[in-house]
């Protein structure tokens, strides 16, 4: 019985060369939602933001700007700077609330394989409650 002799054939895989640029405004999408997530955190965005949120709100807009408000990103190489504006809710320690929203927000971002060199955070407002009921 003749065996045919088989031959595997090995390729070398070249990685292409060339650059990946991660834009600040993916960035800032990936903090928004890390500093969302934290307990406490109300609302992102200083007045201005949030008001004119409030006014596309009600133009049935409510999506427009949500993705990166309260937040800027600077992406320089592999490294990023992240501000943010918060609003907390009344009753909450703001170390121990920007201390979480700093550990999520790194966390996420370095999950895309930067480095995050620094989380500023500015609280710029509470939140004291939820919408006052209707007086009769």
Same mark, same amino acid.
């Given at each position: 019985?003749?065996?045919?002799?088989?031959?595997?054939?090995?390729?070398?895989?070249?990685?292409?060369?060339?650059?990946?640029?991660?834009?600040?405004?993916?960035?800032?999408?990936?903090?928004?939602?890390?500093?969302?997530?934290?307990?406490?955190?109300?609302?992102?965005?200083?007045?201005?933001?949030?008001?004119?949120?409030?006014?596309?709100?009600?133009? *049935? #807009?409510?999506?427009?700007?949500?993705?990166? +408000?309260?937040?800027?990103?600077?992406?320089? $190489?592999? @490294? &990023?700077?992240?501000?943010?504006?918060?609003?907390?809710?009344?009753?909450?320690?703001?170390?121990?609330?920007?201390?979480?929203?700093?550990?999520?927000?790194?966390?996420?971002?370095?999950?895309? *394989? #930067?480095?995050?060199?620094?989380?500023?955070? +500015?609280?710029?407002?509470?939140?004291?409650? $939820?919408? @006052? &009921?209707?007086?009769?």
């Amino acid at each position: 019985m003749d065996h045919e002799a088989t031959q595997e054939l090995t390729t070398a895989s070249v990685a292409a060369g060339g650059t990946t640029q991660v834009s600040d405004e993916v960035i800032e999408k990936i903090a928004v939602a890390a500093a969302r997530a934290v307990p406490g955190v109300a609302e992102l965005g200083g007045d201005v933001a949030r008001f004119f949120n409030s006014v596309l709100d009600r133009v *049935g #807009l409510d999506q427009v700007g949500d993705a990166r +408000r309260g937040c800027s990103a600077h992406v320089t $190489g592999d @490294a &990023a700077v992240v501000n943010l504006v918060l609003v907390i809710q009344a009753g909450q320690p703001v170390p121990e609330i920007t201390s979480q929203v700093r550990a999520r927000v790194t966390e996420a971002v370095e999950a895309y *394989g #930067l480095r995050v060199d620094e989380v500023n955070i +500015r609280v710029d407002d509470v939140a004291m409650g $939820g919408p @006052a &009921a209707p007086t009769a």
